[in-house]
């Protein structure tokens, strides 16, 4: 049996969708084996900062039949080293890289013998220019303190492994292991009517997803076209902007803001949609993304993202974050669109997630990395 620990800063209860905490909610529920067992520590609070419900607190939570959580209340370094103490852990995985709490402190006073980090798309270029000083200074003191050299790195694909050499060198020793998704049926979109779009995003409220530039768009749109936004509101002072730009959006254009979502509710909320759209500056995977291909809805997205070459798969369209007339025409694309010719995008859509997805080799590679891992002392090839 390999115990594997991971250490990241929030991870709420029920999984809401979205970035780290999908992925590892994936990945408990999906990679499914006997030989390998998940104990998570993360924070009692969710991203908001307002506390999980329905979960206790500072005690091991069971999840699943392979996974427990501990949703710790007591951010001290002594109360940290004694959770940490109570899993006879073969390996460390921490989600992250800019939590102190939950991301270097675990590999300082963790006593797992081998540490990995996944770094989770936090050091693409997009990503790094959020409060770029700030995190220029962090990985300065990382490389000082000669992390890099101790512990091995996690990318989930090629592009990622390069921009963690970039950061810390060729040398740095990384193991590549995609992320695993969930899926959902094929729906059909046969009432598209030519001239009309129900256009929908899930996503974290934040200048990162670029939601405002989607808003920007619309207004050029001529199309009669109902915008739904799903997800919480990160950054409240950018959604102020956003807000401020629905006010000025024409008669034709309905944008309605949903709220939080959770998981359990996407599929059906596919349902009621044509086209997916989120032109995100940085998605090192974008799990909504693909939630949406597998359930047919073409994607407007960025090239920021891994999935680009959606228009030669009849899939959706790649635009750029900043050419608002390139989102326009996207949009405006699909709206012309009747139900014939839509179909067509429809179909697509699902063909290409399925052709990028493949579970089996999803778990090999992570077989790789908790039992060779273990197994080799991170001795390994990329």
């Given at each position: ?11 709420h ?30 924070s ?98 990382w ?14 694909d ?69 915008y ?102 996207a ?25 990028r ?26």
């Amino acid at each position: 049996m390999i115990r594997v620990l991971i250490c990241m800063d929030w991870f709420h209860p029920a999984f809401k969708a979205g970035g780290p905490v999908q992925s590892i909610a994936n990945l408990v529920n999906k990679y499914g084996r006997d030989e390998v067992s998940f104990s998570i520590i993360c924070s009692n609070a969710d991203l908001d900062a307002t506390l999980n419900r329905g979960v206790a607190f500072d005690e091991w939570v069971t999840y699943n039949d392979y996974t427990q959580v501990w949703y710790s209340s007591n951010k001290s370094v002594t109360g940290l080293k004694k959770i940490l103490d109570t899993v006879d852990a073969d390996l460390m995985f921490v989600i992250g890289i800019y939590s102190w709490y939950f991301n270097l402190l675990p590999l300082i006073i963790g006593k797992a013998p081998v540490k990995i980090i996944s770094v989770r798309g936090m050091l693409h270029a997009g990503a790094l220019s959020q409060k770029s000083l700030k995190k220029k200074i962090y990985l300065a003191i990382w490389k000082l303190a000669g992390i890099h050299r101790r512990y091995a790195f996690h990318a989930t694909d090629l592009i990622e492994l390069g921009f963690i050499r970039q950061t810390f060198g060729e040398q740095a020793r990384v193991f590549v292991a995609g992320n695993i998704p969930r899926v959902f049926a094929m729906q059909q979109a046969a009432d598209k009517k030519a001239g009309v779009l129900r256009l929908v995003s899930i996503a974290l409220i934040s200048p990162m997803k670029n939601i405002a530039l989607v808003l920007e768009a619309l207004q050029q749109c001529r199309q009669q076209i109902i915008y739904s936004i799903y997800g919480p509101v990160k950054d409240p002072m950018y959604w102020q902007e956003c807000q401020a730009i629905i006010q000025q959006l024409p008669a034709n254009i309905t944008v309605v803001y949903q709220g939080d979502i959770m998981p359990a509710k996407i599929a059906d909320v596919l349902a009621g949609q044509e086209v997916f759209i989120l032109p995100s500056k940085s998605e090192n995977f974008g799990h909504a993304i693909v939630e949406a291909l597998s359930a047919g809805k073409p994607v407007i997205t960025s090239h920021c993202t891994p999935f680009n070459e959606l228009g030669e798969n009849l899939a959706g369209k790649n635009v750029s974050v900043e050419n608002i007339s390139e989102m326009t025409d996207a949009i405006g694309f699909f709206a012309a669109m009747p139900a014939d010719k839509f179909a067509v995008w429809n179909a697509g859509a699902s063909e290409y997630a399925d052709k990028r997805m493949d579970l089996e080799v999803l778990r090999m590679q992570y077989d790789a990395i908790f039992f060779g891992g273990k197994a080799e002392g991170l001795k390994h090839s990329t």
